[in-house]
């Protein structure tokens, strides 16, 4: 979007009090992200009665309530889809509608724009503005999702799967490395089924694994690391490829969601329990120095008592390096908004306080365990914490969701690789000294 509007030759300002035009891009996967985009909204709104001549809502809450966003929050001015950013240019240069152009209302309407099918991804052509840092950044490889999860929405505001074709990325992934891009996220609703709307034979698609022996030859790029793996896609060849590259590091994030055989049928996930525990084995017994990080879902309509403990069972026995739960959120339109058997908020609640201590343990287990050892740390910079204390992430902590470790000594600029040994543990963040 940033990309789009500054190569039509807008300025882009850091405030909403120096905006002519204000844009937000909104969230709709949990009752949470609806309502902090809301809040948004309608905070941006009262600008209008300031310096702001138009404001701008587009994302996946637009997607999904353009009319009741419309009729609701009459400063909006206009209205576009998760996929129809690429108009946004056009929208910032034209008239703000005006009253009386819908004949019967009392008042201008928002232009709303919203492909009913979501079709749009970007390529390496598409203007680019990185916001963040230099050394790290995200890279969408494929759009939309065609997975039946029945608690999720995502399909519906984000439409069928596209992929991007291999050479694109590998030239937009050229492109961040010249520009000092280290690390390299790979995003996608459905990280593991890159390529497979290309059809089913991996014969004749482009695979995940062919991706990442591309990546894995361009100059300058050090990490290459996978978000949001679905467990029932890992081939022998992705795992090869995870394995042997060198540039791809060995995290895998793979929500997994559930294990009570049960609870992964109510959620339609297509797998079995058998599969995510020989998939745990098969990542374990093949990538050396594998880190997992997964998420779980507690208190989806149907889940009992029995099978909640046989939940615990598995993160106590599994002993992920990281996982995250989440109390289950009622997504109207999706197949789970409609199942019986509902959980009291406050049980899931519970749920998820029990199963975040669980990992709180485990997690400070295996910090500890790395007390004394070597790691690769990739400077972010002066800590938030402390001004005496630089920050970085070795390659078993993503950016933004995981924790970070603490270099108590030296000073090398945001984007250096250095060598670090591990002095001090907590629950989520590492201490470490440089290696000289
Ligand atoms: S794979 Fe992920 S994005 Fe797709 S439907 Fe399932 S939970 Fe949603």
Redesign the pocket.
């Known amino acids: 979007m940033l990309g789009q509007v500054e190569a039509a030759g807008h300025a882009l300002v850091d405030t909403p009090e120096s905006a002519d035009v204000i844009v937000v891009n909104t969230c709709a996967f949990i009752d949470a992200a609806k309502e902090e985009s809301v809040d948004t909204i309608l905070e941006m709104a009262q600008h209008k009665q300031g310096g702001a001549q138009k404001l701008v809502v587009t994302g996946c809450l637009a997607q999904r309530y353009a009319d009741e966003l419309a009729k609701d929050i009459p400063e909006i001015d206009h209205i576009l889809g998760s996929s129809d950013f690429p108009a946004l240019a056009g929208v910032l240069t034209s008239r703000a509608p005006a009253a009386g152009k819908a004949k019967s209302r009392s008042r201008a309407l928002p232009v709303i724009q919203v492909a009913e099918t979501p079709r749009y991804i970007y390529d390496h052509e598409a203007p680019r503005v990185r916001i963040g840092a230099r050394h790290s950044a995200y890279v969408k490889v494929a759009e939309g999702?065609?997975?039946?999860?029945s608690?999720?929405?995502?399909?519906k505001l984000?439409g069928p799967q596209r992929s991007r074709g291999i050479d694109d990325i590998v030239a937009e992934v050229r492109g961040l490395a010249a520009g000092g891009a280290l690390e390299i996220n790979l995003i996608a609703?459905?990280l593991t089924?890159y390529g497979w709307d290309g059809g089913s034979s991996p014969e004749t698609r482009a695979t995940l694994a062919q991706l990442l022996r591309s990546l894995g030859r361009i100059d300058g790029v050090a990490w290459i690391r996978l978000h949001?793996t679905?467990p029932s896609a890992f081939d022998d060849d992705l795992i090869d490829a995870i394995a042997s590259e060198p540039k791809v590091v060995k995290y895998i994030d793979v929500?997994l969601?559930h294990i009570s055989d049960a609870m992964l049928k109510r959620m339609?996930?297509g797998h079995s329990s058998r599969v995510t525990r020989d998939l745990i084995e098969r990542l374990r017994s093949r990538i050396d120095g594998v880190v997992l990080r997964t998420t779980f879902i507690v208190g989806h309509p149907g889940e009992t008592a029995a099978e909640f403990d046989e939940l615990c069972a598995f993160v106590a026995e599994s002993k992920f390096d990281r996982a995250g739960a989440f109390t289950y959120s009622v997504e109207p339109g999706t197949v789970s908004a409609l199942l019986p058997h509902r959980v009291d908020p406050e049980v899931a609640a519970e749920r998820q306080q029990t199963l975040m201590e669980l990992q709180r343990q485990i997690s400070r287990e295996r910090h500890e365990a790395m007390v004394g050892k070597e790691i690769d740390v990739l400077v972010e910079g002066v800590s938030s914490e402390s001004e005496y204390l630089l920050e970085g992430r070795w390659y078993g902590q993503a950016p933004g969701i995981d924790g970070v470790t603490y270099l108590s000594d030296g000073q090398v600029p945001p984007g250096s690789l250095v060598r670090a040994r591990v002095t001090q543990a907590s629950d989520y963040d590492l201490a470490a000294t440089l290696e000289r």
Request: glycine fraction near 0%; hydrophobic fraction near 20%; charged fraction near 35%.
């Open positions: 999702c065609d997975r039946p999860c608690f999720c929405i995502i399909p984000r609703q459905d089924r949001y679905f929500p969601q339609r996930r």
